[in-house]
C-alpha cells in the first residue's frame, strides 16, 4: 500500500466559512490554490444542491484551467443532494446525472454521496443543513397517522435511488461510494454493508470515515475488517470517541497504527482525504493539516 493524500472539501468549508450555495466560482478558484500550497496533488470538490452545481457546471472551463494551471486534480466530486433519499428521489436523479459528467470533465475517479439526515420531525437543529456541525444534541419527534414517518419506505428509497446512482456512475466510468455520517440515514458501518447486500454491485463502496465511526465507539481497524475490499476512499480525522469532531490526526485516541496495518492487509490503494475542520482554539487549521500528512507518514511502514 502506498499513502496517497487528498484535501478533503471540509477545509474549504472551514477556512471560508462558507457552504453549498454559498461558494462561489472565486471561492472554488482561490480554495484549490490554497489547497495546493498546502502540497497537495489531488482534493475532493463538492456540489452540493442546485446552485452550487449550476455555479460549477457554468464555469467548469475555469475550475478545469485552475486545476491545469496548478497540476492538481479533483480525484472525488461530493454529490450533495438531500432530495436523492427522499420519497420524490426519482425527481432528484437528474442533478446526479449532471454531477457525474462534471466528475467526467474534471477527471474524478470516484463521485459520492451521503445519506442525509431521514425525513422525520426535528424539534432541534440539524447538523449538515446551513453549515457542518459537529457534536449536535438532535432531538426528534415520533409521529402517529397515515403520513407519519415509515422505516421500510425509507429504505427502500434509499436503496432504489442508490442503485439508479450507481447505474449511471457505471455509465461515467465512475465508482460510487456513500460516507456514513453521524445522525444520518446510514451512520455506520454495519447499516452501509447492509446497504452493499441490498444494491449488490462491486462497484458501489464505502468512504472510511474515521471521525464519524470512532464517535460511535467503532473501532476502526475492525470497520476496515468488516468492510474490506468495499473501502473506495477514506477520510481521516481524529477526536475522543465521544464527539463527532474532526480533529487533526493523532489528536484524539484512534488506533491509527492499527488502521494503517488493516488497510494495508486489504490492499487498500485509493486516496487518504486528510478531513480537518471546525477546529477548537487553539489548533490551526493549515498546522494541523500538514501534521496530520507527517503523523501518518511516520507511523506507515510499507
Given at each position: 500500500?502506498?499513502?496517497?493524500?487528498?484535501?478533503?472539501?471540509?477545509?474549504?468549508?472551514?477556512?471560508?466559512?462558507?457552504?453549498?450555495e454559498s461558494f462561489k466560482i472565486q471561492d472554488i478558484l482561490e480554495a484549490l490554490e490554497d489547497i495546493k500550497k498546502l502540497g497537495f496533488q489531488a482534493t475532493e470538490l463538492e456540489a452540493m444542491r442546485r446552485k452550487n452545481l449550476e455555479e460549477e457546471l457554468k464555469h467548469k472551463k475555469l475550475i478545469l484551467e485552475k486545476l491545469e494551471t496548478l497540476e492538481l486534480?479533483?480525484?472525488?466530486?461530493?454529490?450533495?443532494?438531500?432530495?436523492?433519499?427522499?420519497?420524490?428521489?426519482?425527481?432528484?436523479?437528474?442533478?446526479?446525472?449532471?454531477?457525474?459528467?462534471?466528475?467526467?470533465?474534471?477527471?474524478?475517479?470516484?463521485?459520492?454521496?451521503?445519506?442525509?439526515?431521514?425525513?422525520?420531525?426535528?424539534?432541534?437543529?440539524?447538523?449538515?443543513?446551513?453549515?457542518?456541525?459537529?457534536?449536535?444534541?438532535?432531538?426528534?419527534?415520533?409521529?402517529?397517522?397515515?403520513?407519519?414517518?415509515?422505516?421500510?419506505?425509507?429504505?427502500?428509497?434509499?436503496?432504489?435511488?442508490?442503485?439508479?446512482?450507481?447505474?449511471?456512475?457505471?455509465?461515467?466510468?465512475?465508482?460510487?461510494?456513500?460516507?456514513?455520517?453521524?445522525?444520518?440515514?446510514?451512520?455506520?458501518?454495519?447499516?452501509?454493508?447492509?446497504?452493499?447486500?441490498?444494491?449488490?454491485?462491486?462497484?458501489?463502496?464505502?468512504?472510511?470515515?474515521?471521525?464519524?465511526?470512532?464517535?460511535?465507539?467503532?473501532?476502526?481497524?475492525?470497520?476496515?475488517?468488516?468492510?474490506?475490499?468495499?473501502?473506495?476512499?477514506?477520510?481521516?480525522?481524529?477526536?475522543?470517541?465521544?464527539?463527532?469532531?474532526?480533529?487533526?490526526?493523532?489528536?484524539?485516541?484512534?488506533?491509527?497504527?492499527?488502521?494503517?496495518?488493516?488497510?494495508?492487509?486489504?490492499?487498500?490503494?485509493?486516496?487518504?482525504?486528510?478531513?480537518?475542520?471546525?477546529?477548537?482554539?487553539?489548533?490551526?487549521?493549515?498546522?494541523?493539516?500538514?501534521?496530520?500528512?507527517?503523523?501518518?507518514?511516520?507511523?506507515?511502514?510499507?
Amino acid at each position: 500500500m502506498r499513502l496517497k493524500f487528498c484535501c478533503a472539501w471540509l477545509y474549504a468549508i472551514s477556512k471560508y466559512n462558507k457552504y453549498g450555495e454559498s461558494f462561489k466560482i472565486q471561492d472554488i478558484l482561490e480554495a484549490l490554490e490554497d489547497i495546493k500550497k498546502l502540497g497537495f496533488q489531488a482534493t475532493e470538490l463538492e456540489a452540493m444542491r442546485r446552485k452550487n452545481l449550476e455555479e460549477e457546471l457554468k464555469h467548469k472551463k475555469l475550475i478545469l484551467e485552475k486545476l491545469e494551471t496548478l497540476e492538481l486534480k479533483v480525484n472525488n466530486l461530493c454529490a450533495i443532494f438531500p432530495g436523492l433519499i427522499s420519497e420524490d428521489w426519482e425527481h432528484h436523479i437528474g442533478l446526479f446525472e449532471k454531477t457525474a459528467g462534471l466528475a467526467n470533465y474534471l477527471g474524478c475517479e470516484t463521485i459520492q454521496v451521503d445519506s442525509h439526515m431521514p425525513p422525520l420531525k426535528y424539534i432541534s437543529e440539524r447538523p449538515y443543513d446551513d453549515s457542518i456541525k459537529f457534536n449536535v444534541d438532535i432531538k426528534i419527534q415520533v409521529e402517529q397517522g397515515k403520513y407519519s414517518f415509515n422505516w421500510n419506505s425509507h429504505w427502500s428509497n434509499i436503496v432504489n435511488s442508490i442503485k439508479k446512482c450507481d447505474e449511471i456512475a457505471i455509465d461515467h466510468g465512475l465508482k460510487l461510494c456513500l460516507e456514513p455520517r453521524v445522525h444520518e440515514s446510514i451512520p455506520n458501518t454495519d447499516s452501509i454493508l447492509r446497504l452493499f447486500d441490498w444494491v449488490d454491485s462491486d462497484n458501489f463502496g464505502a468512504v472510511l470515515d474515521c471521525g464519524h465511526l470512532h464517535a460511535q465507539k467503532e473501532l476502526i481497524p475492525l470497520s476496515v475488517e468488516k468492510l474490506s475490499n468495499k473501502i473506495f476512499f477514506v477520510h481521516a480525522s481524529d477526536n475522543d470517541g465521544r464527539k463527532n469532531d474532526h480533529l487533526g490526526v493523532g489528536r484524539g485516541n484512534i488506533d491509527w497504527e492499527g488502521t494503517l496495518k488493516a488497510l494495508k492487509k486489504h490492499n487498500f490503494d485509493g486516496y487518504i482525504a486528510i478531513d480537518i475542520g471546525n477546529l477548537p482554539s487553539p489548533y490551526n487549521l493549515e498546522d494541523e493539516i500538514i501534521h496530520s500528512m507527517k503523523y501518518l507518514r511516520k507511523l506507515y511502514s510499507p
